[in-house]
């Protein structure tokens, strides 16, 4: 007998989108003012996003010696090689008109002495190009900004599982404190950032554990190019410090504070043209080669040679008073942290993914802009620009019907959060091995369990609880949402992590962040994004290549088909 899932509420609109920062905000504001009805699911509060962490800035071309092709080009030399030169021009043309927005919504951005906007230079760029706001607080201004536009936002709702059909998207499942429940439409958009909690230490909110990914997949969509994880170089190391930690802006070594080793002597000398401003990867695979060779688990920045640091980045020397560093007079003990998911689920420049109605914006989207590494700042920009373009993009499904019937209950599987952190903090790093990317595969796989929503679910008696833009309400008899919550997060790092685990081994190589210790380099003949999805036993399949286009006179890609097996 099949057991149904019972809904205690439900909605209908044009679009739903999940996760609510930058991306998610900037298409429903998008998709609103086409007048779309939104929906924006939240798992956490106003500011439980990545995007209120982000510090650096955003990247977009200077109005005076700059260019679009400049910005092109230190993109695609992150990128290592993978980089879709036609998407990388297409979202960094669209930067300038993307911010243009944002201030008309009301974002401040720091300026000058000359009254016009500030800007920075970080890693990887060869000119100062990045606006900041709030000096180091540029995410939470944008987060500020985008959250005063009042959308219509459930928050301490989460999504379970997009539901299909014949044509495509036509709903979600998702769980609040009230129950479960079903929101109808033909579009939904994924944009729920990254998975830093695949990995003991990072600088990702608590929430950022690959749940886009897992849905895409679940959902019949492809993701590509996940083994490329950044680490970011510089993250506040404190002894036994695990969870989210602190980073340090790129933006400090922009300014010229400079990278020592335990005996004062430069960690990047020699290493790259750029030194301490080199692309993210080269700067953390420096540190985690200097870190074996001297025996140390971490290195320093030397900021104390820098006037009025702590009026340019307040949010950093907050983080480091609280951990017991004066910046102005002391070392700032750092280490690389995972960062930030280069890949992702497989779209075009417009969000659009293989499934239709499945559209994904932001970190959990892979467009092609970033390639193997992505480039200082880009994010912000490429969760604007390709998060305005998915919200237009949504309009494509107006009018096609979303009747749900009665929602069958499944299984997902998953494994303890703690085994799946550590084989991947141990094997899946800065650098990782054949050998150990094959025991932390055999260590997730062992400890998988199975478990349906119903199951997760059923715990304790009756209670009282308000989700919010929700009457207070009795919530179902044994029911828990948090169980809920940890059940899907479970089961979308242990299906990620499986993913990433699976394409770092196929890639037998060394290109951008994905560093493997039997391989000195990047090997031409694997010059191309492998796409992976699950087939119809539910199993992980690496399932076509393709080379990344060279030259910008090829034409524009407009899904993600030529990567995906049909």
Same mark, same amino acid.
């Given at each position: 007998?099949?057991?149904?899932?019972?809904?205690?509420?439900?909605a209908?609109?044009?679009?739903v989108?999940?996760g609510?920062?930058v991306?998610?905000l900037?298409?429903?504001?998008?998709?609103?003012?086409?007048?779309?009805?939104?929906? #924006?699911l939240s798992?956490?509060g106003?500011t439980?996003?990545?995007?209120?962490?982000?510090?650096?800035?955003?990247?977009?071309?200077a109005?005076?010696?700059?260019?679009?092709?400049?910005?092109?080009?230190?993109?695609?030399?992150?990128?290592?090689?993978?980089?879709e030169?036609?998407?990388?021009r297409?979202?960094?043309?669209?930067?300038?008109a993307?911010?243009?927005?944002?201030?008309?919504?009301?974002a401040v951005?720091?300026?000058?002495?000359?009254g016009?906007?500030?800007?920075?230079r970080?890693?990887g /760029?060869?000119t100062?190009?990045?606006?900041?706001?709030?000096?180091?607080?540029?995410?939470?201004?944008?987060?500020r900004?985008? *959250?005063?536009?009042?959308?219509?936002?459930?928050? $301490?709702?989460?999504?379970?599982?997009?539901?299909?059909?014949?044509d495509?998207?036509?709903?979600?499942?998702? !769980?609040?404190?009230?129950?479960f429940?079903?929101?109808?439409?033909?579009?939904v958009?994924l944009?729920?950032?990254?998975l830093g909690?695949l990995?003991?230490?990072?600088? *990702?909110?608590?929430?950022?554990?690959?749940?886009?990914v897992?849905l895409?997949?679940?959902?019949g969509a492809?993701v +590509?190019?996940?083994?490329?994880?950044?680490?970011?170089?510089?993250?506040?190391y404190?002894? =036994?410090?695990?969870?989210r930690?602190?980073?340090?802006?790129?933006?400090?070594? $922009?300014?010229?504070? #400079?990278?020592?080793?335990a005996?004062?002597?430069?960690?990047?000398?020699?290493?790259?043209?750029r =030194?301490?401003?080199?692309?993210?990867?080269?700067v953390?695979?420096?540190?985690?080669?200097?870190? %074996?060779?001297?025996?140390?688990d971490? !290195?320093y920045l030397?900021?104390?040679?820098?006037?009025?640091?702590?009026?340019?980045?307040p949010?950093?020397?907050a983080?480091?008073?609280?951990?017991?560093?004066?910046? +102005?007079?002391?070392?700032?003990?750092v280490?690389?942290g995972?960062?930030?998911?280069?890949?992702g689920?497989l779209?075009?420049?417009h969000?659009?993914t293989?499934?239709?109605?499945l559209?994904?914006? =932001?970190?959990v989207a892979?467009?092609?802009?970033?390639?193997a *590494?992505?480039?200082?700042?880009n994010?912000?920009?490429?969760?604007?620009? !390709?998060?305005?373009?998915?919200?237009?993009?949504a @309009?494509?499904r107006?009018?096609?019907?979303?009747?749900?019937g009665?929602?069958? @209950?499944?299984?997902l599987?998953?494994?303890?959060?703690g085994?799946?952190?550590?084989?991947?903090?141990?094997?899946a790093?800065?650098?990782?091995?054949g050998t150990?990317?094959?025991?932390?595969?055999?260590? #997730?796989?062992?400890?998988?369990?199975?478990?349906?929503p119903?199951?997760a679910a059923?715990?304790g008696?009756?209670?009282?609880? @308000?989700?919010? *833009?929700?009457?207070t309400?009795?919530?179902?008899?044994?029911?828990?949402?948090?169980?809920?919550?940890?059940w899907?997060e479970d089961?979308a790092?242990?299906?990620?992590?499986r993913?990433?685990?699976i394409?770092a081994a196929?890639?037998?190589?060394?290109?951008?962040? /994905?560093?493997?210790?039997e391989?000195?380099?990047p090997?031409?003949?694997r010059?191309?994004?492998?796409?992976?999805?699950?087939?119809?036993?539910?199993?992980?399949?690496? %399932?076509a290549?393709?080379?990344v286009p060279v030259?910008?006179?090829?034409?524009v890609r407009?899904?993600? +088909?030529p990567l #995906?097996? %049909?």
């Open positions: 007998m099949t057991t149904t899932v019972p809904v205690s509420w439900e209908e609109v044009d679009l989108v999940v609510g920062g991306a998610g900037t298409a429903a504001r998008t998709a609103s003012l086409r007048g779309l009805r939104v929906l #924006i798992k956490g106003p439980d996003t990545s995007t209120q962490y982000a510090q650096g800035g955003i990247a977009v071309v109005p005076r010696g700059d260019s679009v092709d400049s910005h092109v080009l230190d993109t695609v030399e992150a990128g290592a090689g993978l980089c030169v036609d998407a990388v297409s979202i960094v043309e669209g930067g300038q993307a911010v243009a927005a944002l201030t008309d919504l009301g951005f720091d300026l000058g002495r000359d016009q906007i500030s800007r920075t970080e890693g /760029h060869s100062r190009r990045i606006i900041h706001a709030g000096g180091d607080a540029t995410g939470a201004e944008v987060q900004a985008l *959250n005063a536009a009042g959308l219509p936002v459930l928050f $301490g709702a989460a999504a379970l599982r997009v539901l299909t059909g014949p495509g998207v036509c709903g979600v499942v998702a !769980v609040s404190p009230d129950g429940g079903v929101v109808r439409s033909p579009a958009l944009a729920t950032g990254g909690q990995y003991a230490s990072s600088t *990702n909110p608590p929430g950022a554990t690959g749940d886009g897992a895409a997949l679940w959902a492809a +590509a190019d996940l083994e490329f994880v950044q680490f970011h170089p510089t993250v506040l404190t002894p =036994g410090g695990v969870g930690r602190p980073l340090i802006s790129e933006a400090v070594r $922009g300014e010229g504070a #400079i990278l020592l080793d005996h004062g002597d430069s960690v990047t000398a020699g290493v790259h043209p =030194g301490d401003l080199a692309p993210r990867d080269v953390s695979r420096a540190i985690a080669e200097r870190m %074996r060779a001297t025996g140390t971490h !290195v030397d900021a104390r040679h820098l006037t009025g640091f702590a009026q340019r980045f949010t950093i020397t983080s480091c008073l609280a951990a017991g560093i004066d910046p +102005a007079t002391q070392l700032i003990p280490a690389p995972a960062h930030y998911q280069c890949g689920v779209t075009d420049t969000g659009r293989g499934v239709p109605g559209y994904a914006a =932001g970190e892979r467009t092609g802009l970033h390639g *590494n992505r480039l200082a700042s994010s912000l920009l490429e969760g604007l620009v !390709v998060g305005e373009r998915a919200g237009a993009a @309009s494509e107006l009018g096609l019907r979303t009747d749900l009665d929602i069958d @209950s499944w299984t599987e998953f494994a303890d959060r085994v799946v952190q550590q084989a991947m903090t141990e094997h790093s800065v650098v990782r091995d150990g990317l094959t025991a932390a595969l055999a260590t #997730i796989d062992a400890a998988r369990s199975t478990a349906s119903l199951d059923a715990a008696s009756p209670r009282r609880a @308000s989700a919010p *833009n929700h009457e309400a009795d919530v179902p008899e044994g029911f828990d949402s948090a169980r809920v919550l940890r899907i089961a790092l242990t299906l990620t992590a993913t990433l685990l394409a196929d890639r037998a190589e060394s290109r951008g962040c /994905h560093t493997r210790a391989y000195q380099g090997v031409d003949g010059r191309h994004s492998t796409a992976i999805r699950l087939n119809a036993d539910g199993e992980l399949e690496v %399932r290549e393709a080379s030259g910008e006179a090829l034409p407009s899904g993600p +088909a #995906i097996a %049909r």
